[in-house]
């Protein structure tokens, strides 16, 4: 029963465009959320995180949205750059523990 | 300040065998977890350590392993392997437990059961 959901498993985007990378969750209890970065052959990367009492988080060209009401969050990539190309995983605090979703894999093209 | 650090970063093994991945935190690092990453799967919690006691245990059989030592190195074990554990799994270290922890991982360990 997967708590974290990222239903597109690929997304590809031009250089500069914005990309929107999209999860749902399903336990509302569910109050911190993060979204991890991963290269091949590396350990994932923190990137963002937000609290259930805000509903926008800014860190430089990234910005995570949460919709507590539709359990669901997403993270805005402005502008997208190539290095940018990557597996993104949301992730909710548990809080012990980590749940994740499933992964996007990112393309940003020239 | 180093980061987590995993070894070995490959490793095969032919089924039944045993195996034990290590985990050295960033230093001062009293919380360590473990993940199982496996294509189409995500990122699976095995488990988490804090200050050498197992506080949280995801849903895996008994084969899997773990314990933390007093200088918050970890290990987990592997017992009677099979070819489903093929897995990249991951160690991740955090300061603290709880909420607005974030979580630093290592470069993880490819373990392949032929």
């Known amino acids: 029963d997967q708590q974290v959901k990222q239903n597109s498993p690929s997304l590809s985007v031009q250089e500069g465009r914005i990309s929107i990378l999209n999860c749902d969750y399903t336990?509302?209890?569910?109050?911190?959320f993060l979204w991890y970065k991963k290269y091949p052959a590396e350990g994932p990367t923190f990137l963002i995180s937000?609290?259930?009492?805000?509903d926008k988080n800014e860190d430089g060209r990234f910005t995570v949205f949460l919709n507590k009401s539709a359990k669901h969050l997403s993270l805005h990539i402005v502008p997208s750059q190539p290095g940018d190309s990557a597996v993104y995983f949301c992730?909710?605090?548990?809080?012990?523990?980590?749940?994740f979703g499933t992964g996007t894999r990112l393309q940003v093209f020239p | 300040k180093a980061g987590v650090t995993q070894t070995p970063r490959y490793l095969i093994k032919t089924r039944g065998q045993q195996v034990t991945l290590s985990c050295s935190p960033i230093?001062?690092?009293?919380?360590v977890s473990w993940y199982q990453q496996t294509p189409g799967q995500g990122l699976q919690f095995l488990f988490e350590?804090?200050?050498?006691?197992?506080?949280n245990k995801g849903n895996f059989p008994g084969r899997f392993s773990g314990r933390q030592f007093s200088n918050s190195r970890s290990e987990m074990n592997v017992s009677t392997l099979e070819l489903g554990d093929s897995a990249l799994y991951l160690c991740?270290?955090?300061?603290?437990?709880?909420?607005?922890?974030?979580?630093?991982f290592g470069q993880g360990t490819r373990l392949t059961v032929v």
């Open positions: 991740a270290s955090s300061s603290t437990l709880g909420q607005g922890t974030e979580a630093f």
């Open positions: 336990n509302s209890m569910f109050d911190y």
């Open positions: 937000i609290s259930s009492i805000k």
């Open positions: 992730a909710a605090s548990d809080p012990d523990k980590l749940i």
């Open positions: 230093s001062g690092h009293r919380s």
């Open positions: 350590y804090f200050s050498e006691t197992q506080r």
